[in-house]
């Protein structure tokens, strides 16, 4: 069963505005992953962050984790056209570190 | 490109044939982990290895479904007997293994149509 839940399932918005996407979970988790992935095409590792961090950037992304709310958002600013794609986030669980995933939030940035 | 490879990119095939994806990993990777993802859906866990051994099988992995690592390097999934629910994306993962923090590498995938 998926765990990791995005919202929302999509969003649209301009080239040059930010994106902000959510994601809640419901167990505990050793660390919390975001990744893309464009129509068809395999999965773009974006950012992890730990259970024992709170925020992390990586250039135009910013992470960020609750783990009392077992929540986290990605923040994409200034985004553009080729940030089209859609965003899961994935929770590793366990010794064998697997993937639980979202269904992910679709986003469409208009040029 | 992640460095992990996926073979064939795509097939399709007849219900009822027997299929087989091969993945190669990043070479000095030791974890190999196996999802499907399904058209609107995230990846789903489908089994890892460590090395050459299958440590782990999630409940979607029928018994129609077979995983081999051999000598801890690229891996094989076969699907027997192909049902049209079978049809999917299949995305090989791979890692190293360090403290527990692993970034997961994936492939292209192999997408699985059956007709």
């Known amino acids: 069963s998926q765990q990791g839940e995005e919202d929302p399932q999509a969003l649209s918005i301009q080239e040059g505005e930010n994106a902000t996407m959510n994601c809640s979970y419901k167990t505990s988790i050793n660390n919390l992953q975001w990744y893309r992935q464009n129509s068809g095409r395999g999965l773009v590792h974006l950012i992890l962050i730990r259970s024992n961090e709170r925020e992390k950037h990586s250039g135009r992304l910013r992470v960020t984790l609750d783990t009392s709310k077992k929540s986290s958002s990605l923040l994409i600013t200034a985004s553009r056209a080729a940030d089209t794609a859609s965003y899961f986030c994935a929770v590793a669980q366990g010794g064998s570190e697997k993937l639980v995933f979202g269904k992910g939030t679709k986003l469409t940035v208009n040029p | 490109d992640t460095g992990v490879s996926q073979n064939p990119r795509h097939k399709i095939t007849k219900r009822g044939q027997n299929v087989t994806f091969r993945c190669d990993p990043i070479s000095e990777h030791n974890r190999l982990y196996w999802y499907r993802q399904t058209l609107g859906q995230g990846p789903e866990f489908l089994t890892y290895f460590q090395n050459e051994a299958q440590l782990e099988k999630s409940r979607l992995l029928s018994d129609r479904f077979s995983a081999e690592r051999p000598k801890g390097s690229f891996s094989t999934l076969e699907i027997q007997r192909t049902e049209q629910g079978d049809s999917a994306m299949y995305l090989c993962?791979?890692?190293?293994?360090?403290?527990?923090?692993?970034?997961?590498?994936f492939g292209p995938g192999t997408r699985l149509t059956v007709l």
């Open positions: 993962a791979s890692t190293k293994l360090n403290f527990g923090i692993d970034t997961q590498y």
